[in-house]
């Protein structure tokens, strides 16, 4: 399994209990399909630099995890599916 660094933006203009949902359904994608996640942070909520589908603002997570190239597929599939993600970036760390 490699290390991935996950950042991924959720729309601000929903509520609290969507949002945390949110997080859960994607941080579930991952540990269903076997992967580990190390660390997991909200980093708040914050001004985007341009709008993004009528956005100004945003809330950041990040997530740090051990996954198979498989489970980062099906995050990536699944995150520009869902409306409530406004961004995502998938980061390979280094060995």
């Given at each position: 399994?490699?290390?991935?660094?996950?950042?991924?933006i959720?729309?601000?203009?929903?509520?609290?209990?969507?949002?945390?949902?949110?997080?859960?359904?994607?941080?579930?994608?991952?540990?269903?399909?076997?992967?580990?996640?190390?660390?997991?942070?909200?980093?708040?909520?914050?001004?985007?630099?341009?709008?993004?589908?009528?956005?100004?603002?945003?809330?950041?997570?990040?997530?740090?995890?051990?996954?198979?190239?498989?489970?980062?597929?099906?995050?990536?599939?699944?995150?520009?599916?869902?409306?409530?993600?406004?961004?995502?970036?998938?980061?390979?760390?280094?060995?």
């Amino acid at each position: 399994m490699n290390k991935y660094e996950i950042m991924f933006i959720v729309r601000a203009d929903i509520d609290e209990k969507t949002q945390k949902d949110t997080v859960k359904t994607f941080e579930k994608v991952l540990t269903d399909m076997k992967s580990k996640i190390t660390n997991s942070k909200d980093m708040g909520q914050k001004k985007l630099a341009y709008p993004i589908n009528n956005q100004v603002r945003g809330n950041y997570y990040v997530l740090n995890v051990e996954a198979t190239a498989a489970a980062v597929k099906e995050f990536d599939r699944k995150a520009k599916i869902d409306e409530n993600i406004l961004r995502h970036i998938v980061i390979r760390e280094e060995e």
